[in-house]
């Protein structure tokens, strides 16, 4: 299934969750009924939400991150965030940019690949 | 801040206020003095930015990042051979903005390991979370840099004010109150009266 993104990632759940309250779905998967209805409404999970989302949907975690498609080149990074799970997809585009200008800027050396 | 942690290995609290004196010991300053976290992260050779700073970051997500969402983040750390860059979120208060970088230079002092990141097609930030034990760590560290049991035990002895006391370490009354709380010094100065009043 390739070239699925997080916006389908939500109707996906959608889909399969159906009739049954959003509370029982969560627990089955292991996340938060907040946290689900996030997802749901296209917000961006983090990591360890997105791969127990995945794995209750059957897809393959690589099919939404496009792996083998050319990426920048990523960081380390480490973020702090306030108490958020999951984030808005506008405010994890922004912050996907404001890491990797901050790295072109003040972390890639000479020779290294930006 | 406000969750207290269950369990630490022991040890762990007694080292982080060891490390606090060390870090002032090093700035040239006594155990009760007030620590500057910007003044820190320079000893320590950590550039600290605000989302402003950060060079060819288009305005929209800017705006994103301060105005429409600002709630939903603090502070991100971006390392790369060794060094780190924080970024704050300058939309914040200023004690909110020295809890928040205190708490970033306490992950590298604690030696965390950076959460992994990736990248969705769309461009979307996508990361994994500190884990749990790291993030109390990283929180008492915090606590301890800012307002070690040193600096209690001076408020309390010189009956600083609450407000003007948090003013002059920085930080937040929620964060002072919480320091007193967890240090037990009022605990131990109540206990050292009734024992020094039952011995007159």
Redesign the interface.
């Known amino acids: 299934m390739p070239?699925v993104?997080?916006q389908m990632l939500g109707r996906m759940l959608i889909e399969k969750r159906g009739e049954r309250g959003i509370r029982e779905v969560a627990a089955e998967i292991g996340v938060s009924p907040a946290t689900l209805s996030r997802v749901e409404r296209a917000y961006?999970?983090?990591?360890?939400t997105?791969s127990k989302i995945c794995q209750w949907l059957g897809i393959n975690p690589s099919d939404?991150?496009?792996v083998g498609?050319k990426?920048?080149q990523?960081?380390?990074?480490?973020?702090?965030?306030?108490k958020?799970?999951a984030?808005?997809?506008?405010?994890?585009?922004?912050?996907?940019?404001?890491?990797l200008?901050?790295?072109?800027?003040?972390?890639?050396?000479d020779g290294?690949g930006s | 801040m406000a969750r207290v942690p269950n369990v630490f290995n022991r040890g762990f609290k007694t080292s982080c206020e060891n490390v606090a004196r060390q870090q002032r010991r090093q700035l040239n300053l006594l155990p009760s003095d007030p620590l500057n976290p910007w003044t820190l992260a320079q000893h320590l050779g950590i550039a600290v930015h605000s989302v402003e700073d950060v060079p060819g970051l288009a305005p929209d997500c800017m705006q994103t990042l301060l105005r429409d969402d600002p709630d939903s983040w603090s502070a991100v750390t971006v390392s790369s051979g060794g060094r780190s860059v924080i970024i704050l979120n300058s939309s914040h208060s200023r004690p909110r903005l020295a809890s928040d970088l205190v708490h970033e230079i306490a992950h590298i002092l604690l030696g965390h390991s950076p959460a992994r990141v990736d990248v969705t097609e769309d461009g979307c930030l996508m990361l994994s979370m500190y884990d749990r034990n790291q993030e109390d760590e990283a929180n008492w560290l915090a606590g301890c840099l800012l307002l070690p049991r040193d600096a209690v035990v001076f408020i309390r002895r010189r009956r600083l004010e609450l407000t003007a006391a948090a003013q002059k370490y920085g930080t937040s009354m929620e964060m002072l109150n919480y320091r007193i709380r967890v240090t037990g010094v009022d605990y131990q100065f109540k206990k050292a009266l009734s024992t020094f009043s039952a011995g007159n």
């Open positions: 070239n993104n997080i961006l999970p983090d990591l360890e997105f939404v991150l496009g498609v990426t920048p990523i960081p380390k990074v480490a973020v702090h965030f306030k958020e799970a984030l808005a997809p506008a405010t994890a585009q922004a912050l996907a940019q404001m890491v200008a901050a790295h072109r800027a003040w972390l890639v050396t290294e």
